[in-house]
Nanobody, 120 residues
């Protein structure tokens, strides 16, 4: 499966962004999907995941209550609505996917990343 992320950019602290990830190739609706991020000089970290049926979601504690992952009805596009952004949210955000019901800790497929910069 190919993953194309978009929607990153520069935003002031407290602002919002919506990331999108379009998936193509294979039976996309059968893939669990999610988002990871990597801040400058830091290791890559998990952000959020959504099950292949779009029902089960899970968010990292660092973004819980501010970010929301969702999936379109065709289950080929995943969104990450990011509200109340903080400077520490600055990172490259990667869309990921797994051929399973739930995303694993080491996803098989990775998109190219979209950069998010939050200014203070």
């Amino acid at each position: 499966v190919q993953l194309q992320a978009s929607g990153g950019g520069l935003v002031q602290a407290g602002g919002s962004l919506r990331l999108s990830c379009a998936a193509s190739g294979g039976t996309v609706s059968s893939y669990a999907m999610g988002w990871f991020r990597q801040a400058p000089g830091k290791e890559r970290e998990f952000v959020a995941r959504i099950s292949r049926n779009g029902i089960i979601t899970f968010h990292a504690n660092s973004v819980k209550g501010r970010f929301t992952i969702s999936r379109d009805n065709a289950k080929t596009t995943v969104f990450l609505q990011m509200n109340s952004l903080k400077p520490e949210d600055t990172a490259v955000y990667y869309c990921v996917a797994d051929r399973s019901a739930i995303l694993t800790s080491d996803p098989e497929y990775w998109g190219q990343g979209t950069e998010v910069t939050v200014s203070s």
